[in-house]
């Protein structure tokens, strides 16, 4: 029997031992857990997008400064103007407490913009606007 994500068993074992036909869902969860399985490293979609931010650092004019990293993506250091936040990210003013709780609500969107930005090669910080955002 032929093997792979091209051929997925409709068969799987419950937790008693028994034998049991697998459903359409749970043969496109299979399908999508074997999608990548054979692609060699550093060629996943994924591989070229940062993927972690670094904790935020408020500096003392209220902007927020952080790190993205990935790899195969590298690192990149940004700034966030407060007004930026408060105006893109949902702070209710610019007090330190709602500029972090902000930004650790808005990683995901974050993350989303930092992939779709050009970024200059020569490794200063970037300043993200509202316009980015």
């Known amino acids: 029997m032929k093997t792979g994500p091209a051929r997925i068993s409709a068969a799987v074992f419950s937790s008693a031992g028994r034998h049991r036909n697998l459903g359409p869902r749970e043969k496109d969860f299979v399908?999508?857990?074997?999608?990548?399985?054979?692609?060699?490293i550093g060629q996943?979609?994924?591989?070229?997008?940062?993927?972690?931010?670094?904790?935020?650092?408020?500096?003392?004019?209220?902007?927020?400064?952080?790190?993205?990293?990935?790899?195969?993506?590298?690192?990149?250091?940004?700034?966030l103007p407060a007004e930026t936040v408060c105006e893109k990210l949902g702070a209710a003013n610019t007090t330190p407490r709602q500029l972090m709780?902000?930004?650790?609500?808005?990683?995901?969107?974050?993350?989303?913009?930092?992939?779709?930005?050009a970024l200059p090669a020569t490794g200063e910080r970037v300043t993200l606007s509202a316009a980015d955002l």
Request: charged share 20%; aromatic share 14%; hydrophobic share 35%.
């Open 31 to 40: 399908r999508s857990l074997c999608k990548n399985r054979d692609s060699p």
């Open 44 to 79: 996943d979609d994924d591989m070229d997008q940062p993927r972690n931010l670094t904790a935020p650092f408020l500096c003392g004019d209220s902007t927020v400064w952080f790190s993205a990293y990935g790899f195969g993506w590298g690192y990149c250091a940004f700034a």
């Open 101 to 117: 709780l902000a930004f650790e609500l808005g990683r995901h969107h974050l993350l989303q913009t930092i992939a779709n930005k």
